[in-house]
């Protein structure tokens, strides 16, 4: 999103483009997948006194503007991602941390079925598989 994008969808919502959102959202973009944590350090490289508090406030704004969305790939914090994006499923592996995606038509029969049997809309974009990846599970089936 350019920075003049930006400043138009804040203004038209009464609020005006400050330095530390211009920061945390490019720091968001070039991340792909983040928690405020690591946004935190990304933007603390470019801008030393931007505390944790505004990185979260300034998370939830961004995702009230339907910038970014998250998700929640651990039992910590949220990662963060651009809202952009096309939804996707998460693959979590458990042993390196890696986050790979997977289209979510794979999941578009489960989704379809819960929805036509309990009335149950899946968010496919929250959803997350942990495990192991081909890398650490030596490309064994778990």
């Known amino acids: 999103m350019s920075e003049s994008s930006l400043a138009e969808l804040l203004r038209a919502r009464g609020l005006r483009l400050t ?4 920061l945390i959202l490019q720091a968001v973009l070039d991340l792909g997948h983040a928690t405020p944590e690591q946004v935190h350090t990304a933007v603390r490289e470019v801008a030393a006194g931007v505390n944790i508090t505004t990185i979260y406030r300034t998370l939830e704004l961004l995702e009230r503007l339907g910038l970014v969305t998250h998700t929640h790939l651990s039992h910590g914090s949220p990662t963060y991602h651009a809202a952009g994006e096309d939804q996707h ?3 979590v592996c458990r042993e390196c941390g890696a986050i790979d995606e997977m289209e979510p038509e794979l999941l578009r029969p489960l989704a379809d079925r819960l929805a036509r049997e309990q009335g149950f809309r899946v968010d ?5 598989f942990f495990g192991l990846c081909g890398r650490c599970g030596n490309g064994e089936q778990q």
Do not use: E, F, N
């Open 19 to 22: 330095a530390q959102r211009q």
């Open 89 to 91: 499923v998460h693959l």
């Open 124 to 128: 496919i974009g929250h959803v997350s």
